[in-house]
């Protein structure tokens, strides 16, 4: 990865301090705050240009690092942490769900007043993006869906995937062992270009809290805990939109990339040799580049 430029001074009153464990090497971002319910949600808000709102619901914002620092010179670049993940606050098992997502992503593009945004999204920040654009689709230009989907989970494979992550007793085994989050940090996770002091880092943004939320997130992206109809909703109304799809070429078991393809009017594909799930982290090189032709195209 390039080395991280210093970030500027910055003033603004919701500028948060930062933990102990947060490396300014690891993490070269201001953290700011934006309250949502009971509780506040982290995000960086860094660059200038065209919006790139980055959303990524699971683990935390670490995973756009990488992107963010080749992307910031060409666009504003804003990336969330989810309710009771990374650096924002709430609780696992009333704040870790897709309608608290949405909720966060909706209060950040209210508190900066954005507009004309590119979502760029992963994981379950897919749905609960989508979940949140459906209150306000004509702000949205265009989306850049990277190994996600957005649509009413079905299909056996995904849906014994969210039965299998979301039960008591992977939530309770992660919560106490953290295996999650050292598999995460891996090569096979978001660790492929990371130092080893980056990979500590990203563990310790996936503490207990972040541990069981994870879980407490596939648990309510299943059907029936997610409201898919506001979904899908978003979806007729933004299929006319220009998407672009990143996908690793190691990790689209369900067809994700082609079912963006089908609900979309305007969709190109990019896939990322020998990338995983995290193809952002395994080839940041490519995916920045990527999202700058899109989004300078749109």
Known sequence: MPAPLPTAIDTRDDQAPRPRWLDPVSYPFDIHRVPVGDHDVAYIDVGNGPVLLFVHVGTWSLVWRDVVLRLRDDFRCVAIDAPATGLSGGRPRSDA?????SDAVDAV???????ALTLVVHDLGG????????????????????NTFGWKPSGLLLRMMLAVMGSAAMRVSDA?????????STRFGVGRHLSAGDRRVFRAGMDRRGRESFHHYIRSARPGRTDYDAVASAVEALK??????????????????????????????AVVPKGYHFPMCDAPDLVADSIRAFAHGL
């Open 127 to 146: 749905p609960a993006s989508l979940l949140a654009a459906s209150r306000w689709p004509e702000k949205v230009k265009g989306i850049v869906a990277v």
């Open 240 to 269: 006319r939109r220009p998407v672009l799809t990143i996908f690793g070429a190691r990790n689209d078991p369900g067809r994700f990339q082609a079912q963006w393809r089908e609900r979309f009017a305007a969709t190109t594909a």
């Open 176 to 184: 106490a062992t953290g295996w999650f989050a050292r598999l995460s």
């Open 97 to 101: 769900n897709l309608a608290h997502a």
């Open 109 to 115: 593009v209210g508190a900066l007043g954005l507009d």
